[in-house]
């Protein structure tokens, strides 16, 4: 079916873009009508719902999207955490458009190109001391099994080949593979494939308490005991069967959930003296979104192994890479030149257009500042975001960097319905948030001006106001 050609018959969402608006996208296709939405199976996504009543985005420039029917509506999201430097960057379609003429593949297995050198180095330079050693993925998830299995293997080639258990954390979100989602803790995500998760596996607890620390400014100064449980799960399960624990130091899709003051800073402590591997999941946190490269930065605890992906090329390709203390790399540099050290590796990892897509992006974070701009702008951010404190139904108010969250009380028998609702009414009223159970969560991209902190603030409170 050609989707150029507009469908006759009665369908409300048809209209057709100008296509020679300069700022459209090169190719745009009429929003499909009712029937021709249900080959595409939305990944975590109410599908019926959706497709009943799509929400459709057609272009993108800066701050904003403009959906199929010419709305214009502030990204309150970065997309989905990722767009850093904000939509339509030229120099990144550039770069990539760049690279797919020169070329548009080279394998990463046994050979080698430039780009994916450079790549490598310039991250290295914004890296937390000491992770000078980067592997690339296609995704967080991806990043995720990838620092699990080398944690694994890491111990083996030290002869401590038992340590295979992975310490997670309650409302934990670490992508979708079966090793992300074993060390997860996001019920729905697991409950389907509970029989299928990893066998060796343990959580810490959460470290939200609405009783302790609502409508905490920054980080919660209560709680930091909450990382002695590792000591109660190392004492489980013995240190020397552990390889590793893996948290976000902000977790984003369970509903921005903070690490409380001095808690990390205690992981790291108990994780050096049992000679456990900390990884970091900083898929969300990565590439400014608190106002340092990383958040192993901005709260001084630097791990073992870090996950990204999201920010690496502001979404413009999908990328992961995970990077690694020197110690770990070189723990598997042994044995004959000739042998291949890790048995692991994508099709994709270090893909040219990837790499042109993450060398733009940062040369933008870099030229721009935008790797500290959240930290300039979080005060004013937490102003702001605070302000819709009394809202009905707001239990708690939740910031870091420019990281936003607004808890609601869930409506009786229906866990987040309420959220929905408000999630519905910004984007009708031109705002795009994020909605996870009866969690607002926003994250905007970095490039975000005070007018528009307010413009999104003043929507959602409005949306808060007017959803019963
Ligand atoms: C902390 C964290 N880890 C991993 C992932 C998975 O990333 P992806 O969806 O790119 O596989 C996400 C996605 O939101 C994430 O927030």
Redesign the pocket.
Known sequence: MNLFIIPSGPSPKITSPDPKDPRMNARITPAPAQGELDAFWMPFTANRQFKGNPRLLARAEGMHYWTDDGRQVIDAVAG???VNAGHGRREITEAVAQQLGTMEYAPAFQMGHPIAFELANRLVGIAPPGMDRVFFT???????DTALKIAIAYHRARGQGQRTRLIGRER??????FG?MSV?GMVNNRKLFSGALLPSVDHLPHTLDLGHNAFSRGLPHWGMHLANELERLVALHDASNIAAVIV?PI???AGVLLPPVGYLKRLREICDKHDILLIF?????GFGRIGKPFAAQAFEVTPDLM?T??GLTNGAI?M?AVFSQRKIYDAFMQGPESAIELFHGYTYSAHPAACAAALATLGIYQREQLLTRAAALSSEWQEAVHSMRGAPHVIDIRNYGLIGAVELEPRAGKPGARAFDVFLKCFERGVMVRVTGDTIALSPPLIIESAQIAQIVETLAGAIRDTA
């Open positions: 989905l955490w990722c296609n995704s967080g998830s991806e990043s995720v934990g979100y670490h992508g979708v593979g992300g997860g976000e977790a984003g899709s999941d900083e898929v969300i946190t996950t992906a999201k999908p992961g």
